[in-house]
Structure formats: structure tokens, C-alpha cells
């Protein structure tokens, strides 16, 4: 069965990092496109950045772009979401998913088949 879990999340100031991780158990990593997701109180769940299965391809939404850095290790079956320079509107559970979609399909939520439960970012003013 397959696992996605969350962490790194928390409380940071405006203008801090954060590091998010994502540990994928159950199957190999290597056969999914991996993309962090979040969602803030009340408002949809968007895409935020995805990574390709080999690592060779990064796609980033424009409100993070510069900002947060998405990588993959799939030797440790991991993936990551460096997050610089918050803002308060980053505040949200982020997701991990992983998916096996055509990279033209990569910012759907609808076609990532594993889910992870979120964890909290609350970036404060």
C-alpha cells in the first residue's frame, strides 16, 4: 500500500525558510511525478510545484516561482519543497502527491493518485 507523509511544517516569520519533506513508502518513487500542493482556509487546493520521475524537470506555479525549490531523491524514496523568502499568503497544508500523468497535466490535482495527510505552514506577519 502506498504511503505519502508530510513534515517539516510549522510557525516562521515573514521572509523565513522552511523545509518540507515527503517520504513515499510502499511502492518506488521513481515511477511518479512528484508535486507539492496546498490549501488555504477556504479556497481550493492548488498546485505549487512538481518534479518529473527522473528529477530532470521542475514546473512551478508563478506565485512561488524564485522562491521555493522542489528536488527528489529517490534513492531515500523522498521529496522535497525548500521554501524561501514566506509570505503570509503562503499560509496553508501542503500536500504531497504523486502521479503518473503526461507533463501537460501535472498542475490537475485530479490526476495525482497518492495523497499525503498535509502539514501545517503558517507564515506570520
Known amino acids: 500500500q502506498v504511503q505519502l507523509v508530510e513534515s517539516g511544517g510549522g510557525l516562521v516569520q515573514a521572509g523565513g525558510s522552511l523545509r518540507l519533506s515527503c517520504t513515499f513508502s510502499?511502492?518506488?518513487?521513481?515511477?511518479?511525478?512528484m508535486a507539492w500542493f496546498r490549501q488555504a482556509p477556504g479556497k481550493e487546493r492548488e498546485f505549487v510545484a512538481v518534479?518529473?520521475?527522473?528529477?530532470?524537470?521542475?514546473h512551478y506555479a508563478d506565485s512561488v516561482k524564485d522562491r521555493f525549490t522542489i528536488s527528489r531523491d529517490n534513492v531515500k524514496n523522498s521529496v522535497y519543497l525548500q521554501m524561501n523568502s514566506l509570505k503570509p499568503e503562503d499560509t496553508a497544508v501542503y500536500y504531497c502527491?504523486?502521479?503518473?500523468?503526461?507533463?501537460?497535466?501535472?498542475?490537475?490535482?485530479?490526476?495525482?493518485?497518492?495523497w499525503g495527510q498535509g502539514t501545517q505552514v503558517t507564515v506570520s506577519s
Open positions: 502527491a504523486a502521479g503518473s500523468q503526461v507533463m501537460s497535466a501535472v498542475r490537475s490535482s485530479e490526476t495525482y493518485v497518492h
Open positions: 510502499g511502492r518506488t518513487v521513481s515511477t511518479y511525478n
Open positions: 518534479v518529473r520521475r527522473n528529477g530532470g524537470y521542475t
